[in-house]
């Protein structure tokens, strides 16, 4: 997944050249077991770490401080520090659910609050896949109300999220409809939302993914 946490990296740059190279950014990594780390023949959840790390890696080697955030941890033995290994990825979760929660888990206000990130990292929708971008929207809405509520700045790097090692047509199709959503957030001044801060990311073709089982490749 070096092409994926490349791809995150430059779009951070995009967001943060203007900061302070020592002012801490938090960023919440928020999805499912895709960002978690699990289903990826690590029957271990502290070496479970997805594009985690190599982004820790990336950001930390060009001089910004940075603390990854959520109510979960995974991935502790790789990082070398639990404290490191904070996200929101929660295996098996629907797009939905992020915004309802789910008993004893808490929901997407909840991490917000607790939490206070600059920025989202949000990769979701594999599970209980439809076309509609409906809940995404959710999704971005709960976020804009949490910055209006509370005063504070979230960028949010939306992913096309990866496809299958079967090729799934819905899932191209999510991705459509879900940058469709986005764009008009981003540039249509006759959206509610206009100017949302996002930035799309295309990790369904755009970030080198291999997708085959046999022989191995990142599936």
């Known amino acids: 997944m070096c092409l994926s946490s490349i791809l995150f990296f430059v779009f951070f740059l995009e967001i943060i050249i203007a900061s302070p190279v020592n002012a801490e950014i938090k960023i919440m990594p928020l999805g499912d077991s895709i960002t978690y780390g699990s289903s990826s023949g690590e029957p271990d959840s502290d070496y479970m770490v997805s594009y985690r790390k190599i982004l820790w890696d ?5 001089s910004y401080e940075v603390d990854f955030v959520g109510s979960l941890n995974s991935g502790s033995a790789v990082f070398g520090d639990s404290n490191l290994a904070d996200h929101e990825g929660h295996p098996g ?14 929901k997407l206000e909840d991490w917000l609050i607790a939490e206070r990130p600059n920025i989202v990292l949000l990769h979701i929708g594999t599970n209980g896949l439809d076309p509609s971008p409906n809940d995404v929207k959710n999704i971005l809405d709960v976020i804009d109300n ?10 949010v790097i939306l992913a096309r999220i990866i496809n299958r090692n079967v090729y799934s047509s819905t899932t191209t199709q999510f991705n459509t409809n879900v940058y469709n959503m986005a764009f008009d957030r981003i540039n249509n001044p006759g959206n509610p939302a206009y100017p949302d801060k996002i930035k799309i990311v295309d990790m369904e073709n755009g970030a080198g993914i291999n997708y085959a089982l046999n022989p191995p490749g990142d599936m």
């Open 93 to 106: 979760w629907r797009d939905d659910q992020i915004v309802s929660g789910l008993p004893g888990y808490g």
């Open 58 to 62: 990336v950001l930390t080697t060009n």
């Open 146 to 155: 949490y910055e209006n509520n509370l005063d504070e700045s979230v960028w």
